[in-house]
């Protein structure tokens, strides 16, 4: 192939050693764009999927998350444009893509979405409870498959 064909992957030279930097200091997570990066630690790290990192990435923009790149984040942006109204009073189905070699880690990413996605739309079922206003239907019955889905 001649150089003006040949593919370009901007991992080695744009992407890795950041990355490398990062998962250092067991930060697993890198934002590439709106692409979440990862790297599965083969190691459990204290604190990176809990309620308090979830309440982060809560009502932030996928780039301004208080933990900063996260799973969390692509489930929040996910479960917003999910929620928004669009033209006709339709709601935007979403889809998130989750690609990775065999061991890369995309069992537990697929476990932590669903986690974030059911944990917002059952918050947003008690705040609405509390409040006496009629539950979104359509949050509830996507959040309420997830968790059956999710049941063992």
Known sequence: MGPAVQPWS???RCVSPPRRKRF???IIYTLVGDI???VNPFKEIDGIYSAEVMAQCKGTKLHTAGCGPHIYGVAEKAFVAMRKKRSGGLRGD???V?????GAGKTEANRQL????IWRGSE?????S???????PLTLTRTRTLSLILKP
């Open 124 to 128: 947003g079922e008690a705040a609405q």
């Open 114 to 117: 669903m986690n974030f996605l």
């Open 94 to 96: 979403q889809c998130i």
């Open 130 to 136: 509390a409040d006496g206003a009629a539950a979104d």
């Open 36 to 38: 979440l990066l990862a």
């Open 10 to 12: 901007p991992a080695r």
């Open 98 to 102: 989750v690609s990775g070699e065999s």
């Open 24 to 26: 250092a200091k067991d």
